[in-house]
């Protein structure tokens, strides 16, 4: 079974940064894609970005890209989604998620779930 977890979220000028990480345990990321998701309030779950854990290609929605990158530390088993210049339409609950390769955008192709992450941008 693997465990997901994120940390790093917080409240945050606009304008200001965020790295987000997401931990593994029960078992390593090889293999697999890890995506990162968010959802605000009233609002369907909306995809960011993912990267393969083996291949080390990286895919973003292009509502982020630029903005946000999506990075992978092998010696920690852990994947970051460095986030700057942050809008207060980002304020949203982050979740990282684990899928099969080749990746996508949508959530039901992911089958591991964090708990989520609290992000709040203020204007």
């Known amino acids: 079974q693997v465990r997901l977890v994120e940390s790093g979220g917080g409240l945050v000028q606009a304008g200001g940064s965020l790295r987000l990480s997401c931990a593994a345990s029960g078992r390593t990321f090889s293999g697999h894609v890890v995506g990162w998701f968010r959802q605000a309030p009233g609002k369907e779950r909306e995809f960011l970005a993912f990267?393969?854990?083996?291949?080390?290609?990286?895919y973003y929605d292009d509502s982020v890209k630029g903005r946000f990158t999506i990075s992978k530390l092998n010696a920690k088993n852990t994947v970051d989604l460095q986030m700057n210049s942050l809008k207060p339409e980002d304020t949203a609950v982050y979740y990282c998620?684990?899928?099969?390769?080749?990746?996508?955008?949508?959530?039901?192709?992911?089958?591991?779930w964090g708990q989520g992450t609290q992000v709040t941008v203020s204007s």
């Open positions: 990267i393969g854990w083996s291949r080390g290609n990286e």
């Open positions: 998620a684990v899928g099969l390769y080749p990746g996508s955008r949508w959530p039901e192709r992911y089958n591991y």
